[in-house]
């Protein structure tokens, strides 16, 4: 049973440039989070993605933006890279419709690092 | 700011000993989850607890919820060098799950 899977592990860009996150959900998921963790600090929610639309948004500027295909894969898209957008990006499925009450299951992030 | 604050930032026990880590949380909640995070890697979900729930165990850890204190605790029982991690509580709102707020955890480090 695949878990949720991230690519690429690690990527070193330079400010202004842009960049493409990849998530494939845990099998069986059909829903995507995406979260960012500065070193020290705990994820925060960007976005949540299902049925290929973005549900919810958390309080990030629209330089981030993000897009889910057909077999529920997930991508996550920032422009006009700042320093600070350095961090863990974390992407979590779980399950649309079955209730809140249940865990998500995480990958193992990409390490954006921005020189 | 962020929904739940763990306390402490830091633990540092020896092997056998118990850890115990609190989170405090500031609103209504569906539910509250603690999360173990190793070094560079991604969060494993440990225990979800209901809001109508008091206690959950699992395993060697334990959890309470304290709802009118808006406050919960993990207890990691006899612990191991291999429970070094830092450790997360979130709480998830809306109507579904994914859209959770973490604090910024507790990192335990367990001496063998």
């Known amino acids: 049973d695949a878990g949720v899977t991230q690519s690429p592990t690690h990527l070193i860009k330079t400010r202004g440039q842009q960049v493409t996150l990849r998530c494939s959900p845990k099998?069986?998921?059909?829903?995507v989070s995406w979260y960012q963790q500065a070193l020290g600090q705990g994820p925060q929610f960007i976005f949540q993605?299902?049925?290929?639309?973005?549900?919810q948004r958390g309080n990030f500027p629209d330089r981030f933006s993000g897009h889910q295909f057909p077999n529920y894969s997930s991508e996550l898209n920032v422009n006009a890279l700042l320093l600070g957008d350095s961090a863990l990006y974390l992407c979590?499925?779980?399950?649309?419709?079955?209730?809140?009450?249940?865990?998500?299951?995480f990958g193992d992030g990409t390490r954006l690092s921005i020189l | 700011s962020q929904q739940g604050e763990e306390d402490p930032q830091a633990l540092s026990i020896q092997e056998g000993e118990n850890a115990t880590m609190n989170c405090s949380y500031k609103?209504?909640?569906?539910?509250l989850q603690w999360y173990r995070q190793n070094s560079g890697r991604g969060l494993v979900h440990l225990i979800l607890?209901?809001?109508?729930?008091r206690e959950k165990h699992s395993g060697r850890l334990r959890v309470t919820l304290d709802t009118s204190k808006k406050s919960s605790s993990l207890l990691i029982t006899a612990s191991r060098a291999a429970d070094t991690a830092s450790y997360f509580c979130?709480?998830?709102?809306?109507?579904?799950?994914?859209?959770?707020?973490f604090g910024d955890g507790t990192t335990l480090t367990v001496k063998p």
């Open positions: 609103t209504s909640i569906n539910n």
């Open positions: 993605y299902y049925e290929e639309e973005e549900r």
């Open positions: 099998s069986g998921h059909d829903t």
């Open positions: 607890i209901r809001s109508n729930e």
């Open positions: 979130a709480t998830d709102w809306g109507t579904n799950a994914g859209k959770s707020t």
């Open positions: 979590a499925s779980s399950l649309y419709g079955t209730g809140m009450n249940q865990p998500q299951h």
